[in-house]
């Protein structure tokens, strides 16, 4: 071999390794890379100190990453030569989950204090490696990196009520959500279409409120009630058993569960098993995902049918002692979450004995009548030795002392937590609601809103003129009444938690759109690899239309960079040799579709998108 060939593959392999390097994704605080590489095989021993339960408790996680790529690594005493090395970190001021990496010729070495930090640094060091080997040794490139989490609370919520997710389903869910450093599952277990939680003092609430009519397609109209007699068929619920065991799966990858029962709304499976519990006392069943309600597209709404608990009766409390006492033994995480969202006052306001009392108690309104019931419901989660947390509603008419908020409704209310003194976690809708359709409804599914991978990545968790210690971080949240199953759950998941992880790890200003995007498009090869399908929607145009005038006008652009973006008008393919997009597109008259993709070195890169101009007239702003 040539000399000259020889110097070309040394220099692609060092590009590669330095691509390699970069694409890690939350984006490290501090990393150096340095000139050479490490190559790694089975002889590559792990050395640790065996009375550092942190590192001992990481060495299986540390070996099952190599036995991925058919490495057996054996531990040793001690190693002359290279070696993998876990060690306390040096620092004298060591931040919880932090870690440093070093690669060079003497190893690998991972430093840390917790094992939190063992954990991430491990999650970093499976990014620098390949998913499949295919040579007998694997190389990583030289270098130093240091790196710490900006907030504690990194957080996904996994909505387990409006379609049930097996064990199985949710240890998945946690072992993909670990590689890129959450470390909060929020576990929302009871809402209006079920009830996922055996409480053994309560055995109704799975027997009954674990189960509903089955139905398919699109929540809202075109879901039937439930027919006379009908059997419920469809849910499902978690033992106690069961719960133990997911939740010491999280424990040992660096995740807290945070279980959410959600009331006083959004309890329409409880008042199915314990009617008595609702201010009409009357017969309820479990939603089948039917339009029970009538929104306002204003925020408000009104209920059709009952789902909310009668916060004036006793046996409410009675009820939540119950539930709370079995909940805070099975998660041993600092918080419950009590829901406190969406909740429809109307029943209230109509019932005589309601009114008596609040007249009696001094309540003046509903929203202070919500207060109430928070209130007792933080007083009961306390006395089993948990925090309380709610969505920004449990603000309404007053906030009770020592509940932290998760604020959804944009950022208002957890800016107002904030200033109240209370702990706040962000998680708006605006950039962390993953339900949404993230990219164009030619394509994707429908839902009620938009959020692009590239709004997803604007989100900052801590806004201007706030105490940072109150912002304990942020969440992005996966609601599912249109997500049946893990594999779709997967790919409306990601990547925008990729851009969540980004936002709640990296400082801000490490962030960059443009360099996120690139380390975005490694990141779907890695996806492929372990047979995960993600969304790849910032491979399509984003298609904009305006009225000028007369005129329908269409701009499009590229999330991406180094693409161009093909079309045609007159309904014709293929798109590979169709106009290249310059400039902005009127609309001719006709009955015509605006075809688009785009293109990268003369390949396709997403889909093609095909929309018709009427839909086009019906978008226009």
């Known amino acids: ?16 390794f330095n691509m390699f390097s970069q694409n890690i994704i939350p984006k490290p605080v501090s990393m150096t890379l340095k000139n050479g590489s490490l190559s790694v095989d089975s002889r590559l021993p792990i050395v640790y100190d065996k009375t550092d339960v942190n590192q001992t408790k990481i060495i299986k996680h540390l070996q099952d990453v190599f036995t991925t790529l058919g490495f057996a690594m054996q531990t040793a005493e001690m190693s002359q030569g290279p070696a993998i090395r876990l060690s306390k970190s040096s620092s ?125 397609g699109k929540f809202g109209d075109g879901r039937a009630f439930p027919k006379e007699n009908e059997k419920a068929t469809y849910g499902g619920f978690y033992t106690q058993d069961q719960i133990k065991d997911v939740v010491a799966y999280a424990l040992e990858r660096n995740v807290t569960i945070v279980p959410e029962l959600d009331v006083p709304g959004h309890s329409m499976a409880v008042l199915a098993a314990y ?20 929104w306002y597209g204003d925020g408000t709404f009104k209920m059709l049918i009952e789902n909310t608990l009668d916060p004036t009766n006793e046996k409410v409390y009675e009820f939540l002692d119950k539930v709370m006492t079995e909940v805070a033994a099975l998660f041993p995480g600092k918080y419950i979450h009590m829901g406190g969202d969406e909740c429809y006052k109307g029943y209230w306001e109509e019932s005589k004995s309601v009114q008596d009392f609040m007249k009696k108690n001094k309540i003046k309104d509903s929203h202070e009548l919500q207060s109430y019931f928070v209130t007792r419901v933080e007083k009961i989660i306390s006395s089993k030795g948990k925090n309380t947390i709610g969505w920004d509603e449990i603000l309404e008419g007053g906030l009770a002392k020592g509940a932290a908020v998760m604020s959804w409704r ?3 209310g957890g800016i107002e937590a904030a200033k ?15 339900d949404y359709t993230q990219g164009d409804k030619s394509v994707e599914t429908n839902i009620y809103a938009d959020l692009s991978l590239e709004k997803s990545y604007e989100f900052e968790p801590l806004p201007e003129g706030v105490d940072p210690s109150l912002i304990l971080g942020g969440q992005a949240n996966l609601w599912t009444e249109a997500i049946p199953h893990l594999d779709y759950a997967m790919y409306m998941t990601y990547p925008r938690a990729l851009a969540t992880a980004e936002s709640v790890w990296s400082p801000a200003n ?27 929607a ?26 161009e973006i093909r079309y045609s008008l007159d309904n014709t393919y293929p798109l590979h040799k169709a106009n290249v997009y310059r400039a902005p597109l009127t609309i001719p008259d006709g009955h015509l579709f605006l075809r688009t993709q785009l293109y990268r070195n003369g390949q396709p890169l997403g889909r093609m998108l095909q929309i018709s101009r009427e839909d086009l007239v019906k978008r226009a702003k």
């Open 1 to 16: 071999m040539k000399k000259s060939n020889i110097a070309i593959m040394i220099f692609c392999l060092g590009f590669t």
């Open 92 to 216: 004298t001021a060591p931040k919880s989950e932090a870690y440093s990496l070093t690669v060079n010729e003497n190893g690998i070495h991972i430093q840390a204090n917790d094992f939190g930090g063992f954990f991430n640094g491990l999650q970093t060091l499976r990014q620098l490696l390949p998913i499949n080997r295919q040579t007998s040794t694997v190389s990583i490139p030289y270098l130093d990196i240091d790196d710490y989490p900006r907030f504690a609370w990194r957080g996904l919520m996994l909505d387990v009520s409006r379609h049930f997710f097996s064990v199985e389903d949710v240890k998945q869910y946690i072992d993909q959500m670990v590689q890129y450093k959450y470390n909060v599952l929020h576990w929302h277990l009871t809402d209006d279409e079920g009830w996922r939680v055996e409480i053994k003092s309560l055995p109704k609430l799975t027997s009954v409120g674990a189960w509903r009519v089955e139905r398919h």
């Open 275 to 294: 009617p008595e519990l609702s201010v009409g006392k009357t017969p309820k069943f479990v939603n089948p995902g039917s339009k029970f309600s009538e």
């Open 410 to 412: 944009g950022m208002k």
């Open 420 to 434: 109240l003194g209370h702990k706040v976690v962000m998680s708006p809708t605006t950039f962390a609601y993953i």
């Open 510 to 536: 490490l962030k960059s759109w443009p360099d996120f995007a690139k380390r975005v498009e490694h990141h779907f090869d890695r996806f492929d690899q372990q047979g995960v399908t993600i969304s790849k």
């Open 538 to 563: 910032i491979y399509d145009p984003v298609v904009n239309v305006a009225k000028k005038e007369s005129n329908i006008v269409v701009t499009l652009t590229s999330p991406v960079a180094n693409t």
